[in-house]
Structures are given as C-alpha cells and as structure tokens.
DNA sequence: GCATATTTATCTGTATACAGGACTGTATGA
DNA sequence: TCATACAGTCCTGTATACAGATAAATATGC
C-alpha cells in the first residue's frame, strides 16, 4: 500500500491504533489479541506492539493473562455503571471548581466553541458527534484547572465510548439544549445548578446500560442489525 | 544469592519492583533510567523491563521520552496538589456512597481493623504508618461499591506516597482520632459529617504540599538530613 | 582560554530467534 | 456416544543482536 506511513514513531502510533480498536471493540469483549497478527497488520515486530498493549492494561482497556497473553476487555455493565458514576463524581467536581476558577474569556471561547461546532448536527454521525461530545466535557472539565481530572476523564471517555454510541442516539436532540444550558450557568457561575444538568446529562441507571450492552453484542454479533454502527466498517465485521 | 527467586511472573515481579522504586523517588526525579542496568539488577533481560516501564508510563508514574528512554516523574508541587484535591473528591463522594451502599457488617469488620492494626503506632516507622493508612483509606473507598473509584485511589496514592511520608509525621497523633471518629460518623450514616472530616483529613493547600516537596528534595540530595527518611536505604542513597 | 567541531562511546528502538506452555483436533478406549 | 489421552500446531515470553540516535569527551581553531 504505497502512501501509507508506516516506519515513525512507531510505540506511539501503535498505541493510537490499538486503542481505537479495543475502545471500539473492533477487537471483541473478551477477545484474545494475536501479536503476531496484530504487528504485521501494523507494519511492526512484536516488540513494541507489545509495549502499546502493556500501556493499554495500565489503562484498563486491555487484559492481560500470563501465559495466555492480551484480551480485550469484557462489556460488563457493572463496570460501566462504575465508570458512569465516577464520570458524574468529576464532572461535577471539575464544574464546581470552574465556577470559581475559570476565566470569563475561557468560558466564552467554550460558549461559542459549542455556538459554531455544536450546534449542526445534521448530517453528522453518531460517532462524530460522540467524538465532539468528548471534546466538549474534556474542555469542560479542563476549566477546573486541574489537569488530573482531565487525564481520567479521558479514559473514562475511552471505555464508555462504545456504549456512548447506543446512547446517544436516543438523546442528540437533548444533548444540545443541556450543553447550551450549562454553559449559561457557568457564565453566571451557579455551581449548583451546573451540578445539577450535569447530573441529569450523565447519569446513567443501570438497567439502561444493561440495555446498551445487549444492544452492543447484537451489533458486534449480528453486523446487519439497525443502529449506530449500521454501514460502519465495524458492523461491516473488518478484517483489518 | 541462593534463596532469591528471579526467574518466575516476570513482568508483574519487575512492575512491582519498579513502581516501588518509582513511588518512592529511589529513582530520582527527573532521572534517566538506564534500562541494561535496571534489567541486569532484577535479573532480566530488557524486553520485560520496557514492557513494565510502559505499563508505569500509562500510570503517569513514569515519563517516556522518544528516543531519550524513560524518567522518573518529577515532584511537580502543582501536579501533586491536583493529586490530593482528587483524592477528596473521590473520596467525599466515595463515603457517600458507602453510607447508602455499605453494610453494616462490612462497616464493623473495617472498624475493627482500625482498632486492632491501626492503635498502636508506637514503635511503627512513618512509612508502615502511610502503607496502613492507604490500606484503611481503600478499604474505606471500597464500601462504595465501585471498583473505579478504588482503582483510582490505589494509583494515586502511589503518586503521593512520597509526600505523605513527610505530611504523616506531623499528623500521626491526629490521624487516628480521624479515622475513629470518621468511622463513627460513617456507621451512623451522616453522609455530610463524614465528608467534612474526609475534607479536613486529606485536604493540603499548596504552600504545605511546597514545603514538603522541598523536605523531599532535601532528602533525596541531602541524605544526612533528619526527616521520615532517616536511616532508611533510600536516605542512604542505596545503590541497587 | 573558550567555543566549536569531530570523534567515540553509550544507550535506545526494534527485529528476530528460540524455548516453553497452551490449545486444538484426533484417535483410542470404555 | 462420550470421555480421556496424546500429538501436533500455534502462540506467548524472553533473550539477544544490531542499527540508529543521543550524549560525552576529546581535539582543534580562534
């Protein structure tokens, strides 16, 4: 394949790769990793594929079995609930501080950030628009002016982010009016209030994610079903 | 040296062995780590060392720079306030959780804990102090009944072990009147109590966290020093 | 004497080789 | 027909070798 990079950089771009995959769950729950595979599809030696992979366990992404090697994680609910509920735990605490903390300019730039990229959402995919949803609470969240929030909630966005896709589809319409409402409390910087939307916008029962999950193995299981994924070269099964 | 296992679990005994050595600044801040000399001292070759040192990486524990190698994090006071300002709100919201979730009989068996292993602290070394102390405030974090929340914990106390080694030893009178009384407070299921002492507990302003990262300094460059390192292997600047 | 250029040595980054263990499939026996 | 034992294959875990880059040390010119 001419014109494809493949030498520089090489653990870094590993890593990219393969995190995209497993946050995807291109690689399936559970699945077992192939290095061998894996390396030469990324045009690299074992090695450091597997420096990346052993990143990726550090992060909860992967799991690793001695003597058994690298699997992708399970779709477990409970953690799913678990990881929802300490996303709401940040998001609250960063707004809280960004209430105090935050410069006007900086909350005005995310105001209108949100004004001009958030607002079209026609014609976009789910996908694309979790991908913006992201970007929009991890700036959020880095007005808290602390940068360790921002780290974890990056994860956190990482592992959620499958079941996000199920999700979103049934709220992109709320999504906006919430996002435009909180930024219009931070300007006045109520904390509680802000809290509050957060709380609302986030939250997650678990019964709900339990149904994303099934949602998730029909659509990793059974390509040609409806939602998200439909015509993505994930349903579509890719083979790398 | 006849007794000493070397061969066997390899990636998991040298991650062990590395991130205690990491958290401790054994490594020194900043310092390059010579991966030939650190695999030749664990007795393995360079492969599983990197393989550890990426996972050390993804923890933030380590630093990775392209074509430099890894490094030892540095003792970034700012960094390390965002750390324990962390540290409160999980654990604000993690004693929250567990006045609501926890049962009483798991309540009981930490109390217990604390009356039996966490009284006596006469005769304990200020670093047996903080391992305690982690391993109460975890076990603690657990009544949530999220695994997350602990997890996060667990990576952030390794990050500021260092500097609890020298908070510890102006707090070790207080601290057990802490713990008792928050545990009071917690089987009475007083969320909003609990939270305030958690605050008072845990909570550092920069300056405190400045000065004890120049205490840290002091020790690590000045060996002879008093301090809570005194005597230990790492004040005498153990060689490996 | 100081700054710069050049050489040397060390260390990282990655590929590859090899040994040991895990798994799959088949065949044999009950 | 089912369970179990065995053999072959595949894959992981680790050591090692080598190339490229980085840093250090020496020498050279001003």
């Known amino acids: 394949m001419p014109g494809e990079t493949v030498n520089p950089a090489s653990v870094d771009r590993i890593y990219d790769a393969v995190r995209e995959l497993a946050a995807s769950y291109a690689i399936k729950p559970d699945e077992r990793i192939n290095e ?8 690299a030696s074992r090695t450091p594929v597997r420096e990346a992979l052993n990143r990726l366990v550090a992060e909860d992404l992967l799991v690793f079995q001695p003597g058994k090697g690298f699997f992708c994680r399970a779709l477990d ?20 501080l960004a209430c105090e903390r935050a410069s006007d300019e900086d909350i005005e730039a995310l105001r209108q950030d949100l004004m001009t990229n958030g ?6 995919s789910v996908k694309e628009l979790v ?10 969240v ?31 319409s709320i999504t ?7 930024m219009s409390r ?21 019964d709900q994610i339990i149904t994303y999950a099934r949602a998730g193995y029909s659509a990793l299981y059974l390509p040609d079903a409806q939602g998200p994924l439909a015509g ?9």
């Open 36 to 43: 061998g595979t894996l390396a030469k599809s990324l045009g």
């Open 77 to 96: 609910p409970q953690q799913i609930f678990d990881l929802y509920e300490l996303r709401v735990i940040l998001e609250e605490a960063a707004i809280t």
């Open 119 to 124: 607002q079209n959402y026609e014609g976009k």
């Open 131 to 140: 991908a913006y949803d992201e970007q929009f609470h991890e700036t959020l």
């Open 142 to 172: 880095g007005l808290s002016g602390n940068g360790e929030l921002v780290k974890r909630l990056h994860n956190i966005n990482a592992r959620i982010r499958f079941v996000r896709w199920f999700d979103m589809e049934q709220r992109i």
């Open 176 to 182: 906006r009016g919430e996002h435009r409402e909180l």
């Open 186 to 206: 931070l300007a006045a910087r109520d904390a509680e209030a802000c809290r509050g939307i957060l709380r609302g916008h986030i939250e997650k029962r678990l």
């Open 232 to 240: 993505s070269p994930l349903a579509a099964g890719s083979q790398g």
